[in-house]
């Protein structure tokens, strides 16, 4: 194991344990909230305030149908407010699956035996993303295991590969990273790459459950180490983070709660929640024979996404192709605002994968392999805005600056327009027929609908470009 993963580490200048069982599990016990006590949070939210931990606590203890479906309908509403009819798409794109955790969970856990192991070296890589961008996508999050080959320099290498690939109009143009917390000199080496966010799930943030999880003689098995690796990242530069739990571990509304309280510490000391959260649920995996008694089921699911929504209501929340297209399709309703698309997760799945998966080769089973442009007719059918927009991160409007933005009247002048022109290009480039016919008409509506003016005229403008000539990427 390299010096980095087995030195004393040096934590963040905030590098404390902030996670208050005794706290959150005394919230949990409390009876249920008075409906006002319920209906003072969600009013709350509805005014586009984070909502503390005691508040969040309000609304998981409520369970009369009537408070929950208050809690959905506040849920549908926010997200109408915050983000529009716009999703946002990805896809993944698994590198390396050398692992040296051995985490229960995980197909990738080093006592795997079963799993077969890769590393995509840098031409497989470019082979991939050709691929990807043959699609249509935009935006990537590339995903590594945890072991001493997979260096900063080398993911860095690998980000700036990515980013050189060009096929046609396609190219990349946000990578987001989800790999093993770094140090700070890390953090700064993978900055340099210009990644988009990067991502750290603490998997569980009950104490116990994660001793019994995580082998204590792994780097995984740092509790602490994990818990402080966002805050890591943002003192070296990445103010773009993202969170998450592995719903099913332990008590979901314990991990909501944890969640909420990694994104308040966030909050205070760096001025900046997480930019995402995601709450990926247990899945079946190869080599991995585990049942906890808390597996999520699709009703608390749900539940604790709108919840989440009311919580966070600034934080890009992200449902993938774990869950099924029908859940996916549910849960966009009242909280989700990004999900992957036309992913395969197998070690060079985008161009070697057939119909079905192969378990053996991936970290867990998927729930949606649909391809992109299934998924891009589905969401402007069902009135979504599919965007592969890279705006903001582009133009430095990210951590607490992208926060100064997200104030109303933000959206109707940048996200939707560039929603917009990042869907023509897809149309024009990539979509199939009854894909551009369903888009061509949402387009319109979506123009028909902004107010007139300079920014209509010059969106139309931008549209028409990509629709007669080469110029392509027209956002603002
Ligand atoms: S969850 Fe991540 S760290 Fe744990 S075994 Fe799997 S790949 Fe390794």
Redesign the pocket.
Known sequence: MSDRMTQSRPLSSNGIDFIDEANLHGLLERPAAEPQAVRDAIAKSLSKEALSVEETAVLLSATSPELIEEIYAAARQLKRDVYGNRIVLFAPLYIG?D?I???A??????SNRDVERRTLDLAEVRRQVEALENKGHKRLIVVF??HPRYTPELMAEYIRTVYDVRVGHGEIRRVNVNA?PMDHEGYAIIKEARIGTFQVFQ?TYHHETYRRLHDPRTP?GDYLWRLDGLSRAMESGLDDVGIGALFGLYDWRFEVLGLVSHALFLQNHYGAGSHTISFPRLRPACGVDLKTGYEVDDDDFKRLIAILRLAVPYTGLICTARESAEIRRTVMEFGVSQIDAGSRIELGGYTEAGDAQAMERE?FELGDIRPLDSVMRELMVDGYLPSFCTACYRLGRTGEHFMEFSIPGFIKRFCTPNALTTLEEYLVDYASPETRAAGEKLIQDEVDALPDGADKADLERRLKQIRETDSRDLYI
């Open positions: 699956n692992c955790n051995d985490c969970y995980c197909a990738f856990k080093r295991g945890e093993a998997e995984k970290q």
